[in-house]
T-cell receptor
């Protein structure tokens, strides 16, 4: 069974569209994360949720809105997509907050291409 | 200057060589993680450590809290070890800071 799954794996869309990426974990973890990996392969944290509550919200445009319907899911919705949003987006989960020394498990990534 | 610096940024070696990747950080941390990103893009957590040394198979990770430095070693390197290795520190207030990654290529 996949521990952290993301859908879709690939997403190609036009500028200006709104799209969502879904993430689910079946590990019983309390904390989930969204990361963006740009073309230079640099990973940056975007959001962190703990028990459905927003914990970390790094400086990202407010076009990005995470939604956590329950603690096993953390979806990422992006409005008015821009060319610069093209990247690979990784979801991850950990037993609880990263500062409490917990290993993170990563999803396979979603490659978003904005044309 | 980044809060987490990795060296080298790129490393090419021959199969069988002993590999060392370094990570230095300037922030207070509660733990340090080493991640491996395969050429296909998947990310795997290799180690999480807050002191001393850990070993998994041919991989060894060490950390020196006083010197704010960690090393990842690979013994008897193999082409399948070719990947990007990323150092991540977790500090107070759930802050996560990533190194820029080290791209390792092991030639047969």
């Amino acid at each position: 069974d996949t521990a952290v799954s993301q859908t879709p794996k690939y997403l190609v869309t036009q500028m200006g569209n709104d799209k969502s990426i879904k993430c689910e974990q079946n590990l019983g973890h309390d904390t989930m994360y969204w990361y963006k990996q740009d073309s230079k392969k640099f990973l940056k944290i975007m959001f962190s949720y703990n028990n459905k509550e927003l914990i970390i919200n790094e400086t990202v445009p407010n076009r990005f809105s995470p939604k956590s319907p329950d603690k096993a899911h953390l979806n990422l919705h992006i409005n008015s997509l821009e060319l610069g949003d093209s990247a690979v987006y990784f979801c991850a989960s950990s037993r609880n907050l990263a500062g409490a020394n917990n290993e993170q498990f990563f999803g396979p990534g979603t490659r978003l291409t904005v044309l | 200057k980044n809060e987490v610096e990795q060296s080298p940024q790129n490393l090419t070696a021959q199969e069988g060589e002993f590999i060392t990747i370094n990570c230095s950080y300037s922030v207070g941390i509660s733990a340090l993680h080493w991640l491996q990103q395969h050429p296909g893009g998947g990310i795997v957590s290799l180690f999480m450590l807050s002191s001393g040394k850990k070993k998994h198979g041919r991989l060894i990770a060490t950390i020196n809290i006083q010197e704010k430095h960690s090393s990842l070693h690979i013994t008897a390197s193999h082409p399948r070890d070719s990947a990007v290795y990323i150092c991540v520190v977790s500090g107070g207030a759930q802050k996560l800071v990533f190194g820029q990654g080290t791209r390792l290529t092991i030639n047969p």
